[in-house]
């Protein structure tokens, strides 16, 4: 159980284009879900997180123009990466936790980002 | 959260036991100690947690010192799979369930042939 599906696996496209990363909790329904991004030989980094049906919560130095979070349902949240450019490529991974607070949370495999 | 001390690498010949520490010892009574590891261009796969007792599943065993200011992973016997980046983090149960894990650097785990 307890299954997290994050589509696209990896993408690769132009600067300037905008780029939508879906999250999926399979087999749960997903209060709160999370975004990383990890860059090569370093740690995950959170980004933001959001709730269903509110708007989301970033960490200090994330541009919440840039990465638009939408989380309109207890099963899907998305990230959009808009306008990117090569520094935004990176590892971009997603979590999703069940409402009981102790629960662990579980991550999709994630979304291998690469701007040309 | 209280912050994790962990060494930065570790080997491990296969089959035996791999045994990873984690100091913890800002820790406070209300936070449990998680593990997660972090296979090659994959997604953290979670292990284990637990708050005061130790612990046991399928994939490991949790170690938890009276005090809880630090705690072992064990991986009973290592197979080259479980080559990877093993997290410790230690998080508050707050009753939102909106706080996120925050992941620190890690021990690489090298199982060797």
């Known amino acids: 159980g307890a299954v997290v599906s994050q589509h696209p696996s990896w993408v690769i496209c132009k600067s300037g284009t905008s780029v939508k990363i879906e999250c999926r909790s399979l087999?749960?329904?997903?209060?709160?879900m999370f975004w990383y991004r990890q860059f090569p030989k370093q740690s995950l980094m959170l980004m933001a997180t959001?709730?269903?049906?509110?708007?989301?919560?970033?960490e200090q130095g994330v541009e919440k123009d840039k990465f638009l979070i939408n989380h309109a349902s207890l099963t899907l949240s998305t990230l959009t990466v808009t306008s990117a450019h090569p520094e935004d490529s990176s590892f971009y991974i997603c979590?999703?936790?069940?409402?009981?607070?102790?629960?662990?949370?579980?991550f999709g495999d994630g979304t291998r980002l690469s701007i040309l | 959260d209280a912050k994790t001390t962990q060494p930065t690498s570790m080997d491990c010949a296969e089959g035996r036991a791999a045994n990873l520490p984690c100091n913890h010892s800002?820790?406070?009574?209300?936070?449990?100690v998680y593990w997660y590891r972090q296979i090659h261009s994959q997604g953290p796969q979670y292990i284990i947690h637990?708050?005061?007792n130790n612990e046991t599943n399928e994939m490991a065993s949790l170690i938890i010192t009276e005090d809880r200011k630090s705690s072992t992973l064990i991986l009973p016997h290592a197979t080259l799979r479980d080559t990877a980046v093993y997290y410790c983090?230690?998080?508050?149960?707050?009753?939102?369930?909106?706080?996120?894990?925050?992941f620190g650097k890690g021990t690489r785990l090298s199982v060797i042939a």
């Open positions: 979590s999703a936790r069940a409402s009981a607070s102790n629960q662990p949370q579980h």
């Open positions: 087999d749960f329904q997903a209060t709160t």
């Open positions: 959001s709730n269903e049906g509110s708007k989301a919560t970033y």
């Open positions: 800002t820790i406070s009574g209300n936070e449990y």
């Open positions: 637990g708050l005061k």
């Open positions: 983090i230690v998080r508050v149960a707050r009753n939102s369930g909106n706080t996120p894990l925050v």
